[in-house]
């Protein structure tokens, strides 16, 4: 039990809290600009390097150096939207979609030509484990993500739901048309749509350059399972995103647990393939996701 | 010396072009005509490069093989495996819309991939698939088998683009493109819409199988670095967007264009201070992830725009 829980559970536990930050942002560009971000995972790359970039001047904790990251990929969303995005924005989505799997090599390429394209670790050396109750082990790492994206969660939750940019947002989100011709300002929505999903990113990929180590294609690598828990999650609904972002990276890393006899259940070298799996029979069976997102 | 190394390389330049064009007339089948969002090419182009591998290369312990057949069995074996796979995702995904259909077709390309590094019995792993022959290679030796190979890829080229311009002016083709421009109106017309999209993406998906194939041919090495989604799915689409997408000689044209600017670019780039040479594929991918921006904004209908054919009557 302690076993599932120490090697398991809390290493799932991680790998959707990423998960959850990146669909956040996937979820409400989907559900308020109407495409699907390609470049997101790479717009969490961006700001794994800001971080790295600002960690080499300041030898603090890298956490403290996520606002960094942050300004980063914030200025990169906007910026991209604004040039590359918006005069697409009449257009049908599709060539929108396209724009934005061309942004994404951009930023791929504009890292691994700043930074190049070895890996880099952000904290060297192995940080000794939280050792609960005598039997659980969790790393201080997976706890900062887990409590991180809690704590992100609430925020959230009560940024959407109390204050007047969350709600026309999420206006927005459900009916663009009314939401327009009742008097809401779209350019504002769509800028804090970038700004929160870019900033977000940041944090996710602190997190997974954390957990593993920083490289350019780190984002892109996380891209479709971010896609399945958006979808999951419903599109447009970011506190949906999150729960999906949990339950995809539970589904892949528990897949590979013994659940019958000794043998894992998936080999975990197709791991990953079973963010796929759930995203191809989600957008086939039940593109809504589970809490009646939008369908396009 | 000089010219001799110019004409190699130009053959060379070639090769790969034609095995572009290929992907790239395979993609306007799939996106120009049908209107159909395929980014999962890599998938494909792996999938049709390992038939024919398999097919015909001498046995060997590592992967599955020792079938030693002709080459062009193999690329027959590549179309008819490549358009099963095809068949057998269009069945599932093809009633997707756009960008659930590119989120679909990546996420299978992707699992092709996971595929192809895991499963060693078949593939031999990522160590890849060696001693791939080429065609006619009893014929011809050293260098001149490069020629020879130039002229079989481009016969390739040629018989894909007549049946697809005769795909494109027939009564199909226009159905085709009543259903991309309007699937509503094409419905009401009484075209089987789900039928014609399957169709379309089983052809695209089994001439991009020929191009995967003919590629482990002319390289006679083949490991899963080949199915990358950059330098096939993704350089694919800015060809033929930059070409004129629903014109077939807009992407042959495209191919051609821009693989051209991709290797003559290397010439260059190789020339720089070493620290800067060993970046400048990034330099390039970024110049492409720019081109693309243009092209999108300035240039939709790219170098050789869409024309339709002329309506002809039957003269009584």
Redesign the interface.
Same mark, same amino acid.
């Given at each position: 039990m302690s076993e599932f829980i120490n090697f398991y559970l809390f290493p799932a536990l991680t790998i959707g809290s990423i998960y959850a930050l990146g669909a956040v942002g996937i979820s409400m560009i989907?559900g308020i600009l109407r /495409?699907?971000h390609?470049a997101h995972g790479d717009l969490m790359t961006l700001g794994t390097y800001g971080i790295l970039a600002a960690a080499a001047l300041m030898p603090v904790n890298p956490l403290l150096l996520v606002p960094f990251g942050m300004a980063l990929t914030v200025f990169a969303a906007l910026f991209v939207d604004r040039y /590359?995005y918006r005069? @697409?924005r009449d257009l049908? =989505?599709?060539?929108t979609?396209?724009?934005s799997?061309?942004?994404a +090599?951009?930023f791929?390429?504009?890292i691994? +030509?700043v930074w190049?394209?070895e890996n880099q670790v952000l904290v060297a050396g192995v940080r000794p484990p939280l050792i609960l109750f005598d039997t659980f082990r969790v790393s201080v790492l997976h706890l900062q993500a887990i409590v991180t994206t809690a704590v992100i969660a609430v925020l959230l939750h009560f940024f959407l739901t109390a204050t007047r940019t969350g709600r026309s947002m999420r206006a927005v989100a459900d009916d663009p048309e009314l939401a327009e011709v009742s008097g809401l300002d779209t350019a504002k929505v769509v800028r804090w749509t970038w700004i929160i999903g870019a900033a977000l990113a940041a944090v996710a990929g602190a997190f997974a350059a954390l957990n593993t180590s920083a490289h350019p294609n780190l984002g892109w690598n996380l891209l +479709?399972p971010m896609?399945a828990a958006a979808?999951l999650g419903g599109i447009g609904k970011p506190m949906g995103a999150m729960a999906g972002g949990f339950i995809i990276g539970m589904a892949e890393e528990l897949s590979s647990y013994h659940w019958i006899g000794d043998e894992a259940l998936i080999?975990p070298?197709?791991k =990953?393939?079973v963010a796929?799996?759930i995203?191809?029979s989600l @957008?086939?069976f039940r593109?809504q996701g589970l809490f009646k997102g939008r369908l +396009? | 010396m000089e010219l001799t190394g110019l004409f190699f390389y130009v053959v060379s330049l070639l090769i790969m072009g034609g095995i572009y064009a290929l992907l790239c007339l395979a993609l306007n089948v799939q996106w120009g005509m049908g209107g159909l969002f395929n980014a999962g090419i890599a998938g494909f182009y792996g999938v049709g490069a390992y038939t024919s591998a398999i097919l015909s290369t001498a046995a060997s312990g590592r992967h599955l093989g020792g079938f030693s057949m002709p080459v062009p069995i193999g690329l027959v074996g590549a179309a008819l495996v490549a358009g099963i796979t095809g068949w057998a995702v269009a069945r599932i995904c093809v009633r997707l819309k756009s960008d659930y259909l590119a989120m679909a077709s990546i996420g299978i390309a992707e699992i092709l991939r996971l595929v192809f590094v895991n499963e060693s019995w078949l593939t031999n792993g990522s160590l890849g698939v060696s001693r791939i022959p080429r065609p006619l290679s009893d014929f011809t030796t050293g260098r001149m088998s490069d020629v020879v190979f130039l002229g079989f890829v481009w016969v390739i080229v040629l018989l894909v683009y007549v049946a697809t311009s005769r795909l494109y002016d027939s009564p199909w083709g226009r159905s085709l493109r009543a259903i991309r421009d309007n699937e509503a109106s094409a419905l009401a017309a009484g075209k089987n819409v789900e039928k014609y999209r399957i169709q379309t993406f089983v052809i695209g998906c089994a001439v991009m199988g020929v191009a995967g194939g003919l590629s482990a041919h002319y390289f006679r090495f083949l490991s899963p670095t080949a199915t990358d989604p950059l330098l096939t799915t993704f350089l694919v689409w800015v060809m033929l967007m930059a070409g004129g997408s629903g014109n077939n000689r807009g992407a042959i044209l495209g191919a051609l264009t821009i693989w051209t600017l991709w290797s003559v670019t290397e010439i260059f780039t190789n020339r720089l201070p070493p620290e800067w040479a060993t970046r400048s594929s990034f330099i390039r991918m970024l110049l492409v992830g720019l081109l693309l921006q243009f092209v999108l904004q300035r240039f939709r209908s790219g170098l050789l725009p869409e024309k339709s054919p002329p309506v002809r009557f039957r003269k009584d």
């Amino acid at each position: 039990m302690s076993e599932f829980i120490n090697f398991y559970l809390f290493p799932a536990l991680t790998i959707g809290s990423i998960y959850a930050l990146g669909a956040v942002g996937i979820s409400m560009i989907f559900g308020i600009l109407r /495409f699907a971000h390609f470049a997101h995972g790479d717009l969490m790359t961006l700001g794994t390097y800001g971080i790295l970039a600002a960690a080499a001047l300041m030898p603090v904790n890298p956490l403290l150096l996520v606002p960094f990251g942050m300004a980063l990929t914030v200025f990169a969303a906007l910026f991209v939207d604004r040039y /590359f995005y918006r005069p @697409l924005r009449d257009l049908p =989505t599709i060539y929108t979609v396209i724009s934005s799997f061309g942004i994404a +090599l951009v930023f791929r390429s504009l890292i691994q +030509l700043v930074w190049g394209s070895e890996n880099q670790v952000l904290v060297a050396g192995v940080r000794p484990p939280l050792i609960l109750f005598d039997t659980f082990r969790v790393s201080v790492l997976h706890l900062q993500a887990i409590v991180t994206t809690a704590v992100i969660a609430v925020l959230l939750h009560f940024f959407l739901t109390a204050t007047r940019t969350g709600r026309s947002m999420r206006a927005v989100a459900d009916d663009p048309e009314l939401a327009e011709v009742s008097g809401l300002d779209t350019a504002k929505v769509v800028r804090w749509t970038w700004i929160i999903g870019a900033a977000l990113a940041a944090v996710a990929g602190a997190f997974a350059a954390l957990n593993t180590s920083a490289h350019p294609n780190l984002g892109w690598n996380l891209l +479709l399972p971010m896609f399945a828990a958006a979808i999951l999650g419903g599109i447009g609904k970011p506190m949906g995103a999150m729960a999906g972002g949990f339950i995809i990276g539970m589904a892949e890393e528990l897949s590979s647990y013994h659940w019958i006899g000794d043998e894992a259940l998936i080999s975990p070298s197709y791991k =990953t393939a079973v963010a796929f799996v759930i995203m191809i029979s989600l @957008l086939i069976f039940r593109p809504q996701g589970l809490f009646k997102g939008r369908l +396009l | 010396m000089e010219l001799t190394g110019l004409f190699f390389y130009v053959v060379s330049l070639l090769i790969m072009g034609g095995i572009y064009a290929l992907l790239c007339l395979a993609l306007n089948v799939q996106w120009g005509m049908g209107g159909l969002f395929n980014a999962g090419i890599a998938g494909f182009y792996g999938v049709g490069a390992y038939t024919s591998a398999i097919l015909s290369t001498a046995a060997s312990g590592r992967h599955l093989g020792g079938f030693s057949m002709p080459v062009p069995i193999g690329l027959v074996g590549a179309a008819l495996v490549a358009g099963i796979t095809g068949w057998a995702v269009a069945r599932i995904c093809v009633r997707l819309k756009s960008d659930y259909l590119a989120m679909a077709s990546i996420g299978i390309a992707e699992i092709l991939r996971l595929v192809f590094v895991n499963e060693s019995w078949l593939t031999n792993g990522s160590l890849g698939v060696s001693r791939i022959p080429r065609p006619l290679s009893d014929f011809t030796t050293g260098r001149m088998s490069d020629v020879v190979f130039l002229g079989f890829v481009w016969v390739i080229v040629l018989l894909v683009y007549v049946a697809t311009s005769r795909l494109y002016d027939s009564p199909w083709g226009r159905s085709l493109r009543a259903i991309r421009d309007n699937e509503a109106s094409a419905l009401a017309a009484g075209k089987n819409v789900e039928k014609y999209r399957i169709q379309t993406f089983v052809i695209g998906c089994a001439v991009m199988g020929v191009a995967g194939g003919l590629s482990a041919h002319y390289f006679r090495f083949l490991s899963p670095t080949a199915t990358d989604p950059l330098l096939t799915t993704f350089l694919v689409w800015v060809m033929l967007m930059a070409g004129g997408s629903g014109n077939n000689r807009g992407a042959i044209l495209g191919a051609l264009t821009i693989w051209t600017l991709w290797s003559v670019t290397e010439i260059f780039t190789n020339r720089l201070p070493p620290e800067w040479a060993t970046r400048s594929s990034f330099i390039r991918m970024l110049l492409v992830g720019l081109l693309l921006q243009f092209v999108l904004q300035r240039f939709r209908s790219g170098l050789l725009p869409e024309k339709s054919p002329p309506v002809r009557f039957r003269k009584d």
